[in-house]
């Protein structure tokens, strides 16, 4: 099973980035899937989580109003349009499949695959 980040690079704050994780292996169109982001020195972060079927998204409190999740199951393809980028949105992006844990999304399982690194100029 692998899951494929990509769509980072260097861009300045304002701009726009839209991430694309694509899954091979196994389908993952009835899994609930997140994207996690690790920043330098930090820990691994909730970003965005959309339920299975694409009907329902959830966002940290940091990208809400500026991040989009969306997933096409026909591609096996998970996005994340990313507006407005800021300085501290700087970090490796990664997805997985995720359920809900109280408040917050976690990973479901240990697929992470290799993530995308993102990086916001100021």
């Known amino acids: 099973v692998q899951l494929q980040a990509s769509g980072g690079g260097l861009v300045q704050a304002g701009g726009s980035l839209r991430l694309s994780c694509v899954a091979s292996?196994?389908?993952?169109?009835?899994?609930?899937m997140g994207w996690f982001r690790q920043a330098p020195g930090k820990g691994r972060d909730f970003v965005a989580a959309i339920t299975w079927g694409g009907a329902f998204t959830y966002y940290a409190d940091s990208v809400k109003g500026r991040f989009t999740i969306s997933r096409d199951n026909a591609k096996n393809t998970v996005y994340l349009q990313m507006n407005s980028l800021k300085p501290e949105d700087t970090a490796v992006y990664y997805c997985a499949a995720a359920r809900r844990s109280g408040s917050t999304w976690i990973p479901s399982n240990n697929y992470w695959g290799q993530g995308t690194e993102v990086t916001v100029s100021s």
């Open positions: 292996g196994r389908t993952f169109s009835t899994d609930n």
